[in-house]
């Protein structure tokens, strides 16, 4: 072997420096493969792999090369060999120190990504620290009084933010809807003519449909709530009182949690007392009153500065109480937010305007559209725009294509059957847990009673499973029927809440229909619960009194009030061929009316034995 490296030198020197750059070779891949690892990339780790494979290779070949008594010569000469063999070595540690390079930038960003996490939680940190100091001195506390009264009375701190007042903007919409439907419900109790009522507020507007003109009605409650808004004083004779940012959102705060019947009950002479005293005489006109009430006696309460208990006032209440809470909360932030309203007739603006009913399209004038109604003025705060809710004129339908209605059947047709099936189930089972053997004479006794109603089959068959000898009473078999009559309304609930989700979720043609026909269910829930809890009040024991007279009245609105909501909502689905889907909601709603019918006759039986004794008293 010495004699072979004697006889030629450079070839074996080529050898060496050939083993070297291998070797230099396979630390660069090794290095490549260690770095693959973090973070865990495997694409990058296989490649590596390949390479630190081919590199061993080389190594082996080399070694089998060496070990040969008498090596091939090399094509090139030893020199031009030395020579690559130096440059493959110096580009084994090139390779090596770009990967510990990419390395050490991978660290570098992963620092600076950290800092800047850190630096926008001290702004956040910042922000919120400038906030509390704002809230702290527009209340005039000290962080220690805030914490003691917090904890003592039970109110937390708010934020004065941008985002409270347009929380309190959606609750006062809420409001008006919600003061609007019991209106509408008792106008047609009583015989109002709806359509001219709705076209006397604001004529000439054109609607898409007969129902959107419930919009005319909660537009003339908004431009008499809203009246003096842009007031300091709310059109309210202030009697040498001084007010300021901080006494504003101090009567925001006193009232926020307060129901407003106990506020008025503790101080009915207070600013939101004459507030609300003023506001129900511009809503409620006196013929409006004396058509439901068949006298002005709560009117004439109202004005001598009473607070009547009733459900109407009641319910006004909660309409005045966040508007008032709105006003206060204007006036509390420093510019004052302003009101601004939208004129009938005036364009549609996307920027400044939003349509109550969104799914609706330009007729075939192809006009731009116009405002027919302002349900809802817009404000501006700081830089920012709280748009008007408007009712556009003159519009119409977006048309439904049998390609998404297909989609529609397609995605809830499962859905559809399987919930009526579950519904059906529950409602059976829920029926089935007060039931009691039945009794000849209270079957009898039902059977008689469900003459009077309008569905006197299906009274019978919802009633009959009661029969024991607690229904042979008037009471009990109308407190009874209320029961059955909620429990058909909540699952009636239950099932269109599921729907009115899928349907906004695939943005279906009926959703808004279905949002609207919830929306009343929700409201005969609501009002049946409420009726129930007022029969109980009705005590036999206590004999004809007015107390149990103010009852009667009040279950007697309750009840006509959730039947008016139910009828509403099958109207809503009018015709016969419809889809499968608008076909189980309306067969659904129309059985909770149904049952809603029977069990208000069958309170007029009980509540007629009283009305008979008092007319025979002396």
């Known amino acids: 072997m010495e004699e072979s490296m004697n006889q030629n030198p450079e070839a074996v ?96 960003q992963n620092k600076d990504s950290e800092i800047r996490q850190l630096q926008q939680q001290i702004e956040d940190a910042n922000q919120k620290r400038v906030k509390l100091e704002k809230n702290i001195k527009v209340r005039g506390l000290s962080m220690k009084e805030s914490e003691g009264s917090g904890e003592e009375n039970g109110v937390f701190p708010v934020d004065l933010t941008p985002e409270l007042f347009t929380s309190a903007v959606g609750s006062a919409f809420k409001a008006i809807h919600d003061f609007s439907k019991p209106l509408i419900n008792m106008m047609k109790a009583a015989g109002w003519d709806l359509d001219a009522a709705a076209d006397s507020i604001e004529p000439n507007v054109v609607y898409a449909k007969r129902a959107h003109k419930k919009y005319a009605f909660e537009s003339h409650i908004c431009q008499r709530m809203f009246s003096g808004f842009q007031q300091e004083n709310f059109s309210i004779k202030l009697d040498n009182v001084t007010v300021n940012k901080e006494s504003f959102f101090h009567q925001y705060l006193a009232l926020r949690e307060m129901d407003p019947l106990d506020m008025l009950g503790q101080n009915p002479d207070s600013l939101f007392g004459k507030f609300s005293q003023s506001k129900y005489l511009m809503v409620v006109h006196p013929k409006m009153e004396a058509s439901f009430f068949g006298n002005l006696d709560q009117r ?148 008689i009673s469900c003459q009077t109603t309008r569905y006197p089959a299906l009274c019978v068959k919802y009633l009959a499973r009661y029969a024991n000898s607690s229904t042979q009473n008037e009471q009990q078999l109308a407190q009874v029927a209320l029961t059955i009559s909620l429990y058909k309304a909540r699952y009636t609930r239950s099932y269109m809440l599921k729907v009115a989700k899928e349907l906004e979720s695939i943005k279906g043609k009926d959703y808004p229909a279905v949002r609207d026909c919830l929306q009343q269910i929700e409201d005969s829930v609501n009002q049946l619960s409420q009726s129930i809890r007022e029969i109980r009040r009705c005590n036999p024991k206590a004999g004809i009194t007015d107390d149990i007279f103010w009852h009667i009245d009040n279950v007697d609105t309750w009840i006509s009030a959730a039947l008016t909501d139910a009828s509403s909502c099958v109207e809503a689905f009018p015709g016969h061929r419809m889809s499968k889907m608008k076909a189980t909601i309306k067969g659904k709603v129309m059985n909770v009316a149904q049952l809603t019918s029977n069990a208000l006759a069958l309170f007029h039986r009980y509540a007629a034995r009283y009305r008979s004794a008092a007319n025979k008293k002396p």
């Open 13 to 108: 020197e080529a050898l060496i420096s050939k083993l070297f750059t291998n070797i230099s070779s396979l630390k660069s891949a090794y290095i490549q493969l260690q770095t693959a690892h973090t973070p865990y990339d495997p694409e990058k780790i296989q490649a590596a792999d390949k390479l630190v494979i081919s590199e061993l290779k080389h190594l082996s070949e080399l070694k089998h090369f060496y070990r040969e008594k008498n090596p091939k010569p090399v094509c090139v000469s030893p020199q031009d060999s030395r020579l690559a063999a130096e440059i493959q070595e110096q580009q084994s540690l090139l390779k090596t120190y770009e990967v510990m390079v990419k390395k050490f930038q991978s660290e570098i």
């Open 300 to 447: 004439n309460y109202v004005m001598g500065g009473g607070h009547p208990r009733t459900p109407f006032y009641q319910a006004f209440l909660k309409l005045a109480k966040s508007i008032w809470l709105l006003h206060r909360l204007a006036y509390s932030f420093d510019p004052n937010v302003k009101v601004f309203q939208v004129k009938r007739g005036s364009e549609f603006s996307e920027v400044y305007m939003e349509s109550v009913e969104k799914n609706l399209t330009m007729d075939e004038t192809n006009e731009e559209p116009k405002v027919g109604l302002m349900v809802m003025p817009g404000f501006w705060i700081g830089g920012s725009v709280i748009k008007s809710r408007v009712y556009l004129s003159g519009m119409k339908f977006k048309p439904f294509t049998p390609r998404l209605m297909a989609k529609i059947c397609f995605s809830l047709l499962l859905f559809f059957l399987s919930v009526f099936y579950l519904n059906i189930g529950s409602v059976e089972s829920s029926m089935a847990r007060p039931r009691h053997l039945s009794q000849p004479g209270a079957k009898t006794f039902i059977e």
